[in-house]
């Protein structure tokens, strides 16, 4: 199935709160309800100095033990 819109990687200094707001539309354009998936879409375009990030605050625990919204929310 095709995919509607383009989702480009979270880029170090853009404003977190627009990039999560733009990626539930992107959400809703694809019809991606499943709360799992939407967290490995995040974790996949969050780059990756955003996901050392979420990997070093969450420590021990993984950015995939937590759900998508404790993840852009916390």
Known sequence: MATLGILK???E????????ERLEQYFLA???????KKRTIMLTVCGSVTYSLMKNLLAPAKPTDK???ELVTQ
């Open 67 to 69: 759900s998508f919204s």
């Open 9 to 11: 990687e979270f880029q």
């Open 13 to 20: 200094g853009e404003n977190w709160t627009e990039f999560t």
């Open 30 to 36: 694809n019809d991606i309800e499943d709360n799992g």
